[in-house]
């Protein structure tokens, strides 16, 4: 695997200097690992031209989110060659009697990606255990151990491959991040700690909507007392539910069935679980095989809040 190429991307030196340790790494800097590797592919590809993938319905995959999930799969088989991978593109691959499962969205955002926005992340997750998220543009890869969650922050903006360390504990260089967030940090980490003080809650508004029309998440959005309390935000990524157990978002709503075993969710999930965020369905009870949708909030208040409101749209039908 060292040196082996993704149609011309190298995998970042100190992602292969994890797997070629000796010593055997944890299931959380596997995540990191290959979330950042996934990363690194949609970073260098950024702003070229792009093959798609149609998947119907105004869906698409592009051939980064195919190359993306094999350099993920790349940094699993080598750490963990016993379990199996279930990726967004390539279905469930590895042995049918596998006891563990990882969960993979290589790009969460494509649509986003695919016009040139920067709104993308990179979703790993062991099912069950460890995850995590990374953004390919700010150098920042969200991480829990299944109990705590932090942030860790790159070195220098400029890829990840260069003077960052990509896992929890190792090596850290000095400088700061750059791209789309709204403040520069410094190299290193930091506890995720949610607040519901942004009042900001992002909506994802793509379909399908199996709640409807007992839940719209567009009845939400028009109804007065969320206008009153929250100011609606759409990004359209998995990346958003990131930014809620980071404080940057006070909340995060979506439509569904159960989420828990998605690969678009299931890192998040993980995360905002771990940070001390209060996550249920739609319907108020627990994310899981009788789940519907997803609400995750920063805090017991900020969930009673919105729970009230769905309620109430509820009602309106």
Known sequence: MPGSPYGGDGLPATLLAMIDSPASPTDTEVAAAAALAGAEIVRARYGRLHS??????GDFATDVDVAAEEAILDVIRGARPGDAVHGEE?????AVDAVREWLVDPLC?????????????????????PAAVADPFSGEVFLTDGVTAWAQYDGDGDGYGKGRTGVRGRRVADGHVSGPVARRRPVGEERLAPTGDTRLVDVNLDPPFPGAPAFRAVDLLAHPGFVERFRPRVVSTTLALAWV??????????DGGDLSGSVHFAAGIA???AAGCVVT?????????EGRGLVVAADAETHG??????RGC????
Not at 114 to 127: E, F, Q
Not at 314 to 317: F, H, L, N
């Open 52 to 57: 798609r993938i149609d998947k119907g319905a």
């Open 90 to 94: 390539g279905g469930r691959r590895g």
């Open 109 to 129: 955002g494509t649509l986003n990606y695919a016009t040139g926005s920067h709104l993308v992340a990179v979703n790993v997750a062991l099912r069950n255990g």
């Open 245 to 254: 157990a980071a404080g940057r978002r006070a909340a995060y709503v979506t």
């Open 271 to 273: 995360l905002c679980r």
């Open 281 to 289: 369905g739609v319907d108020g009870g627990p994310v899981g095989p």
């Open 305 to 310: 809040l919105l729970m009230s409101l769905i």
């Open 314 to 317: 509820g009602r309106s039908v």
